[in-house]
């Protein structure tokens, strides 16, 4: 328990003396507010993987079974609330002059925590997208019909999610990126840091020189890259890490 103090006492002695701060959130920081991670032992879906289904390709041939999937997650979603690391963000970015919050998770969460310089680099569930006019709006009907049409020209609808094999958009990878390039320290919290190019924003941290400290409850391929790997649930050393800075 001493070494987990001692480092939560560095990480809040730099988060102290830093201007600029970035944190990238992914999966594991939604895991206490009952979000099934990707990769944990809830990564599965009626015996798909996420990665089979978050595809154009898996949408182009099944449509129902992707909006299956879609709606499975947003009526699993709609009651689940901010948890304590959601929160203790919050307090985080009235402390430090310049904070931005790039998450990898589509849950909206951070948003309705109240993060507001926030990146959601793969979109959100809760907004839609339609495949035929493109008009994106946010629509929290749940479920959606099975083949959810658009209001416009009634072409059918998308989740304006950022599936495998898609590419990023540009402005929003491009704004995580300058806030990555100019942070002085980084926080990497519940993400396995597999997926690209999200993961790779730690290297750019740590090419450019900031401290990258990570919070996860297991190591992570980059952990030995980086200044600290805080070992425990984010809903638990992120209030106490935001506590050091009072
Ligand atoms: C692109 C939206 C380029 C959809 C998501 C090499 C080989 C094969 C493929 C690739 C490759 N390099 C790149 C690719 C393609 C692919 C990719 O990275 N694949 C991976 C699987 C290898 N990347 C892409 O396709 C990206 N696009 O590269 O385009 C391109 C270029 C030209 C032309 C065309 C294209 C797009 C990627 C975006 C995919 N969309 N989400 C949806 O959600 O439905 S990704 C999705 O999975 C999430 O958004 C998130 O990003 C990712 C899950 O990762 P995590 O968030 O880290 O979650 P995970 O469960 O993995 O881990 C949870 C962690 O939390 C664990 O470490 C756990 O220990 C920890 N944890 C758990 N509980 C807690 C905790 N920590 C603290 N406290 C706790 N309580
Ligand atoms: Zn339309």
């Given amino acids: 328990m001493a070494a987990i103090a001692a ?3 560095q990480a809040g002695l730099w988060l102290t003396e830093s201007k600029r701060v970035a944190a990238l959130t992914g999966a594991g920081i939604s895991a206490e507010s009952g979000v ?11 015996g798909f993987k996420a990665t089979d289904l978050a595809t154009p390709q898996a949408f182009a041939r099944d449509p129902k079974l992707v909006w299956n999937f879609y709606n499975w997650r947003r009526e699993l979603l709609a009651p689940l609330q901010p948890n304590p690391a959601h929160k203790a963000l919050i307090r985080l970015e009235e402390k ?16 309705r925590a109240g993060s507001k310089n926030l990146v959601e680099l793969h979109g959100n569930i809760w907004m839609v997208r339609c495949t035929r006019c493109h008009l994106v709006s946010r629509n929290e009907e749940v479920p959606l019909p099975e083949l959810p049409a658009c209001e416009e020209c009634g072409g059918l609808l998308r989740p304006h999610v950022v599936w495998f094999g898609e ?3 540009p402005t929003i990878l491009d704004k995580a990126v300058a806030a990555i390039r100019s942070c002085d320290t980084m926080l990497v919290i519940g993400t396995s840091a597999l997926v690209q190019p999200a993961a ?16 996860n409850l297991e190591p992570t391929p980059y952990s030995h890259k980086l200044d600290l790997a805080l070992q425990g649930k984010a809903g638990v050393l992120l209030p106490q890490l935001v506590e050091r800075l009072e």
Avoid: Y
């Avoid at 099934?36 to 009626?46: A, E, I, M, V, Y």
């Avoid at 430090?96 to 969460?109: A, G, K, M, R, Y």
């Fill in 36 to 46: 099934p991670t990707f990769r944990g032992k809830d990564g599965l879906w009626q």
């Fill in 7 to 9: 480092d939560l006492q």
């Fill in 96 to 111: 430090i002059p310049q904070f931005s919050l790039i998450t990898q998770n589509i849950d909206d969460l951070h948003r």
């Fill in 200 to 215: 790779s924003l730690v290297i750019v941290a740590k090419e450019q020189g900031a401290r990258v400290v990570e919070i």
């Fill in 167 to 169: 590419q990023l958009d």
